[in-house]
Nanobody
């Protein structure tokens, strides 16, 4: 059974940092890209970042470039999202998901990030 679980969210002041973790299981981790998307109340889902475990390629949405860093530990089947310089507009529920053919095909419960101004 494919499972992805995100954790590490919380309440932080603007300018602060958090590290989200995504624990994956039930599939061959190194064969897939894993990504993060977020959804804030009343807003559409937004892709934030991904890492392709096959070749290490990464991508970031423009609004987080230079502030967020995605990384992957294949020994632990875990993907991390380091978020620095957090802004109130980063507040959302963050989900990690497996990517297959450029679409998110599995994701689990998200973790909430709240950035206070």
């Amino acid at each position: 059974e494919v499972q992805l679980q995100a954790f590490g969210g919380g309440l932080v002041q603007a300018g602060g940092s958090l590290r989200l973790s995504c624990a994956a299981s039930g599939f061959t981790f190194d064969d897939y890209a894993i990504g993060w998307f977020r959804q804030a109340p009343g807003k559409e889902r937004e892709g934030v970042s991904y890492i392709d475990n096959r070749d290490g390629a990464t991508w970031y949405v423009d609004s987080v470039k230079g502030r967020f860093t995605i990384s992957s530990d294949s020994a632990k089947n875990t993907v991390y999202l380091r978020m620095n310089g957090l802004k109130p507009e980063d507040s959302a529920v963050y989900y990690c998901a497996r990517i297959w053919r450029w679409a998110f095909d599995y994701w689990g419960q998200g973790t909430e990030v709240t950035v206070s101004s």
